[in-house]
């Protein structure tokens, strides 16, 4: 258990990867944290049930894009860092609609800043010196990379996405995301605002909302219903278990260094299909019927820009601050379909009302 007493302000902390951040916060150190998050479609307090009744947790229901309400709660709270992960996140959607993708991602991201800056020039010099404000992005800025299909050698070095790759962002979502990468290192240049910025992979694992590519194939194979796979399944991700990812970056808003990003990976290319692939055969072990799971696979239309390959040099992270993932992807992802078999109420509850799973992004 890691001693301190500084507050720590994560924002959309009811989300996926935001849940896990706070409850590694609370159950692995001393941190108080304040979780700001509006509640919207992918924001469920239930992911937090376990940490709730904690003296040292605080739930703020406040959209980043309310200024007035984000300064109120920096002035209530006095946080020492600000981590911030509130976002639109799923491409699909942002095809369908990228107008909200824009509001909370940029305009929400500049209002975070703003209020952020405002705070930060009211601090003594030794708060100010301990202050940071971590913005939590995506490896989708980078656009996509040379695919294993497109090479004629075999023996040919893939290219990674490092810290310096230039940005050539692909879709309505990771347009929105490069928009508020920029920001933060504006308000680090321009206003001296200490900011760090980290890019991660795909994560999966439990509390996903059941838009996602994870929790849809579990849930609707346990369902009987199609496992949609996009064109040919050929498009390769690089799979970062959520609880790897939110010691990452309590690792990186406590001990990275101001101005710097950090590219958060989990050493896990794998082409879309042979995730489908693996679940059904988890699946299989688990809960056994007549015939594999594979038979649901179908074949969809693929989506409009998709990159076919993302994979990140996570090296930096390892040789400055240490981290390194804890899970492979066989441990992850088992741990992960078993949590999808143990809690189909959650899944059911926070589907009900506002989406059944039904394909986005035409």
Known sequence: MEKNNKTLLVTGGAGFIGSAVVRHLINDTDYKVINLDKLTYAGNLESLTEVSSNSRYHFEQVDICDGKEVARVLAQHQ??????????????????GPGEFMQTNIIGTYQLLEQARGYFDSLNDEKKAAFRFHHISTDEVYGDLPHPDEVEDDNTELPLFTETTAYAPSSPYSASKAASDHLVRAWLRTFKLPTLITNCSNNYGPYHFPEKLVPLVILNALEGKPLPVYGKGNQIRDWLFVEDHARALVTVATKGAIG?????????????LDVV????????????????????????KDRPGHDMRYAIDAAKIEKELGWTPQETFESGIRKTVQWYLDNREWCQRVQDGSYQRERLGH
Do not use: F, W
Not at 260 to 272: A, D, V
């Open 260 to 272: 710097e990003t950090y590219n958060i990976g989990g050493h896990n290319e794998k082409q879309n």
């Open 79 to 96: 946080p020492d860092i600000i981590m911030h992960l509130a976002a639109e996140s799923h491409v699909d959607r942002s095809i369908d």
């Open 277 to 300: 692939k693996t679940i059904c055969t988890i699946l299989d072990d688990l809960v056994p019927k007549s015939s594999s799971y594979e038979a649901l696979i179908t074949y969809v």
